[in-house]
Every structure is written in C-alpha cells, then in structure tokens.
Nanobody, 126 residues
Framework: QVTLVESGGGSAQTGGSLRLSCTAS????????MAWFRQAPGKQREGVAR???????RYADSVTGRFTISRDNDKHTLFLQMTSLEPEDTGMYYC????????????????????WGRGTQVTVSS
C-alpha cells in the first residue's frame, strides 16, 4: 500500500522559513515524480513544486526563488524548503506522487498525480 506522510508544518512570521518533509512507503519513490501542493481555505488545491527522479524541478511562479524542492531517494523522502514566507503561503500542504512523464500542463495539476498524503498545515502571520 502506497503511503505518503507529511511533517514539518507549523507557524512562522512573514520573512521566516519552514522545511517540510514527506516520507514515502509501499513503493520505491524513485519510480515516481513527486510534488508539493497547497490549499488555502476556500480555494482550490494548487501545485507548488515538482521534482522527477533524476532531479529536474519545476516551480509555481508564486514561489520561484523562495522555495526549493528536493528528494532523497535512498531515504524515500521529499523535502520543501520554504524561505521568505508570506501570509499568502498559508494553507494545508500536501505531498503527491505520480508518473514521471506527463504533459507539461499536468506537471503542477492535481490530475497529474495518483497518490496523496493527508497534509501538514502551514500558517504565516504578518
């Protein structure tokens, strides 16, 4: 059974940093591309960052230059280093895994992923 478990969420002030982790089990996560999504109250879930097995990354425009996605395939763990946090970054952050090869428009879309964690809350105050 595929399981993704996020951790590392919490509260931060504007300009602060947080590091999220996602531990995968039930499969070899090097088989899949992995990503972080987030969902603010009353809004749709949006893609934040994606990384494939060789390490190629893609970021949403809103986080480019502030967030860094990385993965440790040996430890089956995905990370999201978040810096220069803004109140607009507040939301539930989800880890996801999906096929390595998908169309460009699906790389940061929920339809591009098959497996999801339950999320970890990030709250940024001004």
């Amino acid at each position: 059974q595929v399981t993704l478990v996020e951790s590392g969420g919490g509260s931060a002030q504007t300009g602060g940093s947080l590091r999220l982790s996602c531990t995968a089990s039930g499969y070899s996560n090097s088989q899949y591309a992995m990503a972080w999504f987030r969902q603010a109250p009353g809004k749709q879930r949006e893609g934040v960052a994606r990384i494939n097995s060789p390490g190629a990354t893609r970021y949403a425009d809103s986080v480019t230059g502030r967030f860094t996605i990385s993965r440790d395939n040996d430890k089956h763990t995905l990370f999201l280093q978040m810096t220069s946090l803004e109140p607009e970054d507040t939301g539930m952050y989800y880890c996801a895994a999906g096929p390595q090869l998908v169309d460009y428009h699906l790389q940061l879309a929920t339809r591009g992923y098959d497996f999801w964690g339950r999320g970890t809350q990030v709250t940024v105050s001004s």
